[in-house]
């Protein structure tokens, strides 16, 4: 099995920054794609970020410029650094990741979420 635990939340002022991690643990061969999403009250799911397992992202338009996903394959982890932080990003921000198992099995999986709160 594999867990996925986000972490890096908090409460902010507008403008500042803040940085997610997203450690994947377990049996774990190769960690696929990563996307960032985030959910708002009251609002559907969101993609904010992705990441391919080459390193190559995209983002959605409301956050490009001041966002970044990275990953650190090494570390099994994927990043979110929020820079330029809005009261409109609060949300609740989840990853997801595509992993290969041993035995070249292919699951995906969600972490539990971080709060992410930007006061104006």
């Given amino acids: 099995q594999v867990q996925l635990v986000e ?9 500042r920054s803040l940085r997610l991690s997203c450690a994947a643990s377990g049996s774990i061969f190769s960690i696929n794609a990563v996307d960032w999403y985030r959910q708002a ?11 391919t397992s080459g390193g190559n ?10 966002f970044t996903i990275s990953r650190d394959n090494a570390k ?9 932080l809005k009261p409109e990003d609060t949300a609740v921000y989840y990853c997801n990741a595509d992993i290969t198992h041993y035995g070249r099995i292919v699951r995906n999986y969600w972490g539990q979420g971080t709060q992410v709160t930007v006061s104006s």
């Fill in 57 to 66: 992202t995209n983002y959605a338009d409301s956050v490009k410029g001041r």
């Fill in 76 to 84: 099994n982890t994927v990043y979110l650094q929020m820079n330029s």
């Fill in 41 to 51: 009250p009251g609002k559907q799911r969101e993609l904010v970020a992705g990441i």
């Fill in 7 to 15: 972490s890096g939340g908090g409460l902010v002022q507008a403008g």
